[in-house]
């Protein structure tokens, strides 16, 4: 039995309309980062200590008293911030995101520093007067990695619409890559070879892809119930095969995957 303790994080899906239909934001990880080496994701991270700071929570939009969802919530928005430069946070006293320009401004002033931990999040937002957007973030999926792979997370997806002004960009460092495309582009691409995307990416894509618009996909985010995702992972021949519960709602319960393409299991020699 696996006993790998389960880690908290969170990730963002930052989506936005375009003439060819939605598309969202995603980044192609460096090779050599331990977890999901090569993959095609979405912006995200594990927990620190910092994310539950109280003054970080305080300075959090929305009415929630759960800490410890408020702390998710900062972590999505802080990883994203680090992995593509977009800051979910608004001025003081303000219910609009802050503008694209001020945005970039602040990715090319703080960016770095708080990847490298010489400054922190909560010194930013003081410094610039904002808060952040928690409110904004849509709860889309809550996946729970399988119990025998090597590293598990207990990951939250939220998602997040943004204008076409906003300007996404990799770190260079985590991720080598990044790139706005429709969900059922990287799909294709992923079952053409041309693109890596592990199971719980590629079943959050075939659920964005339903959507036409990014309002579509925030109102029903918004009567919607999130079933936490914990595949079952089994094993015919040289595939692998995932097994998901009907209630989760991706429109599926099974999804095989040839073994050598799988990142997390060990391959025969």
Not at 162 to 178: I, K, N, Q
């Amino acid at each position: 039995m696996n006993n790998s303790k389960l880690l908290a994080s969170s990730t963002i899906l930052l989506i936005r309309d375009t003439l060819n239909g939605l598309e969202v934001f995603m980044v192609e990880r460096n090779k050599k980062i331990d977890f999901a080496p090569g993959a095609l994701v979405f912006p995200g991270g594990k927990l620190e200590p910092e994310d539950y700071n109280p003054e970080l929570l305080d300075l959090c939009g929305g009415s929630s008293s759960d800490q410890d969802a408020i702390a998710s919530k900062v972590c999505a928005i802080r990883e994203t911030f680090e992995e593509s430069g977009v800051l979910i946070a608004t001025d003081y006293n303000s219910d609009k995101l802050i503008d694209p320009l001020k945005c970039f401004e602040f990715a090319k002033r703080y960016r770095k520093n708080l990847q490298e931990n010489k400054i922190t999040l909560l010194e930013i937002l003081k410094k610039e007067k904002l808060v952040l957007a928690a409110e904004m973030l849509s709860s889309f999926s809550r996946w729970i990695t399988p119990r025998d792979f090597p590293k598990r997370f207990d990951t939250n997806f939220y998602l997040i619409p943004l204008t076409a002004e906003f300007s996404a960009e990799h770190d260079g460092y985590e991720s080598v890559s990044s790139l706005w495309i429709s969900p059922k582009k990287a799909l294709s691409d992923a079952d053409k070879g041309l693109k890596t995307i592990v199971f719980a990416t590629r079943m959050n894509l075939l659920k964005l892809g339903r959507y036409k618009n990014t309002e579509s996909v925030v109102n029903d985010l918004s009567k919607s119930v999130i079933t936490p995702v914990e595949p079952k992972v089994e094993t015919e021949g040289d595939n692998i095969v995932f097994k998901i519960p009907e209630e989760a709602g991706y429109g599926l319960t099974k999804y095989v995957e040839s073994r050598n393409a799988n990142l997390f299991v060990k391959k025969k020699k």
